[in-house]
């Protein structure tokens, strides 16, 4: 994390967790307030950035999406490597991609650097029809990794803005 002027900063964050949870969205929605039901999959990663004014100053996001498949995983220490924070994402109507994400959280807690800001995004939470994973069964996993929890939508950008503003107010925390 670099400054680039009066408290302003630089940040890098990475999106990690199982293809199709949403990653690529939850960034689409932020960025360009756009949602689409036809999101192409990312191939191995894809990088936007941002700026958010918070507190009087801002932060610009670097933001590593990444890809979630397997065949890219061994890409992945690339992307969350020097990042300030990581949002390790699932999908509510999948408990794979909870598996998927606890696998993510694990590796960052045995990798990541050990001063990485984590959040834990439950993804799809306008398909409440169809969810797998109770939202206590997230909350209490994050808990337990001192990650902060969110249920998100990209869709209806349900605490989308929100996931953002969040992790730009812990990074001004310990700038
Ligand atoms: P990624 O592989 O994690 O980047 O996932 P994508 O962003 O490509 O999304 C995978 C699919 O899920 C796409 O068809 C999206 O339109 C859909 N999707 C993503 N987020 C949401 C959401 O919050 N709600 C709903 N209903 N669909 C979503
Ligand atoms: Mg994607």
């Known amino acids: 994390m670099a400054r680039t002027g009066n408290h302003n900063v630089q940040a890098k964050l990475v999106f990690l967790g199982d ?4 990653k690529t969205s939850l960034v689409l929605r932020f960025v360009k307030g756009q949602f689409s039901e ?34 890219y995983h061994s890409l992945a220490p690339m992307y969350y490597r020097g990042a300030a924070a990581a949002v390790v994402v699932y999908d509510i109507t999948s408990m794979d991609s909870f598996v998927r994400a606890k696998k993510w959280v694990q590796e960052l807690q045995r990798q990541g650097n050990p001063n990485l800001i984590m959040f834990l995004a439950a ?46 107010k812990k990074i001004q925390e310990i700038r």
Do not use: C, H
């Not at 206590?136 to 953002?164: C, H, I, P, R, W």
């Open 38 to 71: 036809y999101q192409e999959s990312t191939i191995g990663a894809a990088f936007f950035t941002q700026v958010l004014s918070l507190n009087e100053a801002t932060i610009k996001f670097d933001i590593w999406d990444t890809a979630g498949q397997e065949r």
């Open 123 to 168: 993804n799809k939470a306008d398909l409440e029809e169809k969810r797998k994973v109770p939202a206590e069964d997230g909350d209490q996993y994050a808990k337990e990794n001192g990650m902060a929890f969110v249920e998100t939508s990209a869709k209806t950008a349900q605490n989308v803005n929100e996931l953002f503003y969040e992790i730009g």
């Open 19 to 22: 293809m199709g949870a949403g």
